[in-house]
C-alpha cells in the first residue's frame, strides 16, 4: 500500500507510545543562517531514506539533512536574494521610518569598569538573530557576549590582561561571528592581528591576518572577509583561504581623491558586494562598487561640521535595501541618515548635545541593525550599548 505524504507506511496501534525525549535531526544551533543553522523553519517533508527538507523560512531557503548528517545542505533559494547583509535588517526599513529617541540599555551602562556587568570604551559590536550582542572592549582586552535581557555579560574572547599571547588581546576594535565555522573574527588592533577565536568555551585564538592595522571588518555571504587598515588607507578582501587578500576600496596612499581613503575605519558590504567605508579623517562614507577604482561619496565630504550635509569622524555604517546609508558621526554624537544620492542627511538617533541621558550619545561608534529594523549604537564615552526600537508606524 502506497502511504499519504506525510504519512506513515505502517499501520499504528491505537495505543502506541512515542519516546519522551526527541532527538534533533536538523539545525538545534541556534538561530541563523549558517550550513547547521535553521531561522524560522516551517513546514518539512521526509523522504524514504529519512532525509529531511526543511523550509528555512526566514533564510530564504530549503535545506536537505541528511539522516545523521550535523549541517545541511541548500537546495532551493538562499542566493543572497533576502539573507541580508551582515549587519543589516532582514526587514525592510521604510524611507521615513523612525525610531524611539529614547534608548535602552542593552549592554554595560553601569559605569566604566571591568566588572561583568561593565564595560570599558568598548568599539565595535555584532548583533546575532536571537539579539544576543558581542562587544569589542578597546580598554578592557577582551570581547563580551550580551545575552537579551542579560543585567551582565560573560567574556568569550580575551580578558586575560593586555598582550600579544594566543590567549590575549590588546585593544580589540571590531568583532563579528562565522555561523559557518562557529568561531569569532576579531581585529585584533594593536597586535596588527585578525583573529578567529572559538565561539563556545575558546581559551586561544588563531591568527588569521597577520600585519595590518585593523578597525572594522565584516563578511558577505560566501564568507569573503572585508577588513580595513588605517595604516594603508584601505580595505581589503580576503576570500576563504586567503592570506594576503585583494584592495577593494584606495590603496593609493592618504588623502581626499575618490580614489583615496583618509583613516578608514568601519566597513559595510552589501547584496551587491559594493563596499561602504568610513573614510574617517575626510569625513565622509564612501561607496565603492565591486571592482571600481575609485568610490562615489555618499554621505558628508563637503568640509567637517555638524551641519546636516556635514559629518565629524564618521564611524560605524550600515546600509538598508533601499541603498540609505545610516552612519554613526562619533564628535557630533548622532546617527544620521542619508537617503541615496542624498547632498545632506538627517539625525535619526542622538544630536542632543554629548550626554548620559536616555536620548544622548557621547562618541557613538559601533553600529547595527537587527534583524528586526531595531537600531544598536556603541555609546563608547559612555561605556555602554543602546537599543533604538523602530517605531511600528513612520509619520
Given at each position: 500500500m502506497i502511504h499519504p505524504l506525510h504519512g506513515s507506511?505502517?499501520?499504528i496501534h491505537p495505543n502506541a507510545r512515542w519516546k519522551q525525549y526527541g532527538i534533533t535531526v536538523a539545525g538545534g544551533n541556534r538561530q541563523g543562517n549558517g550550513i547547521n543553522q535553521l531561522s524560522d523553519p516551517l513546514g518539512l517533508y521526509v523522504d524514504d531514506d529519512q532525509t529531511i527538507y526543511v523550509a528555512d523560512q526566514s533564510n530564504h531557503r530549503i535545506m536537505e539533512w541528511k539522516r545523521g548528517a550535523t549541517s545541511g545542505q541548500v537546495v532551493a533559494g538562499g542566493n543572497g536574494q533576502g539573507i541580508h547583509p551582515l549587519r543589516g535588517s532582514s526587514i525592510d526599513i521604510h524611507p521615513n521610518a523612525r525610531w524611539q529617541q529614547n534608548g535602552i540599555t542593552m549592554a554595560g551602562g553601569s559605569g566604566r569598569g571591568n566588572g561583568s556587568n561593565q564595560l570599558s570604551s568598548p568599539s565595535g559590536l555584532y548583533v546575532d538573530d536571537d539579539q544576543t550582542i558581542y562587544v569589542a572592549e578597546w580598554s578592557n582586552h577582551r570581547i563580551v557576549e550580551w545575552k537579551r535581557g542579560a543585567t551582565s555579560g560573560q567574556v568569550v574572547a580575551g580578558g586575560n590582561e593586555q598582550g600579544s599571547g594566543d590567549?590575549?588581546?590588546s585593544y580589540p576594535e571590531d568583532v563579528i561571528i562565522d555561523k559557518e565555522r562557529d568561531s569569532l573574527i576579531i581585529c585584533d588592533a594593536s597586535n596588527r592581528r585578525v583573529v578567529r577565536w572559538p565561539r563556545r568555551n575558546g581559551t586561544?585564538?588563531?591568527t588569521i591576518i597577520s600585519n595590518i592595522s585593523c578597525v572594522g571588518l565584516t563578511m558577505d555571504e560566501n564568507g569573503s572577509l572585508y577588513v580595513t587598515d588605517v595604516g594603508k588607507n584601505e580595505v581589503r578582501r580576503y576570500r576563504r583561504g586567503e592570506s594576503q587578500g585583494t584592495v577593494v576600496a584606495g590603496g593609493n596612499g592618504s588623502g581626499n581623491r575618490l580614489d583615496q581613503l583618509y583613516t578608514p575605519t568601519y566597513v559595510f558590504i552589501d547584496r551587491d558586494h559594493?563596499?561602504?567605508v568610513s573614510d574617517r579623517d575626510n569625513h565622509r562614507v564612501m561607496k565603492w562598487m565591486e571592482g571600481a577604482k575609485q568610490g562615489i561619496v555618499v554621505a558628508g565630504g563637503q568640509g567637517y561640521g555638524n551641519d546636516l550635509t556635514q559629518l565629524l569622524s564618521p564611524q560605524g555604517v550600515v546600509v538598508d535595501q533601499l541603498g540609505t546609508v545610516y552612519v554613526a558621526d562619533w564628535r557630533n554624537d548622532r546617527i544620521m541618515r542619508?537617503?541615496?544620492e542624498a547632498t545632506q542627511g538627517s539625525v535619526i538617533v542622538g544630536g542632543n548635545a554629548s550626554g548620559g541621558q536616555s536620548n544622548q550619545l557621547n562618541g557613538p561608534i559601533g553600529l547595527s541593525f537587527d534583524r528586526h529594523g531595531n537600531l544598536y549604537v556603541v555609546d563608547w564615552g559612555n561605556h555602554r550599548?543602546?537599543?533604538?526600537?523602530?517605531?511600528?508606524?513612520?509619520?
Open positions: 507506511s505502517i499501520d590567549h590575549q588581546l586561544s585564538g588563531e559594493s563596499v561602504y542619508w537617503p541615496k550599548v543602546r537599543k533604538f526600537e523602530l517605531q511600528s508606524k513612520p509619520n
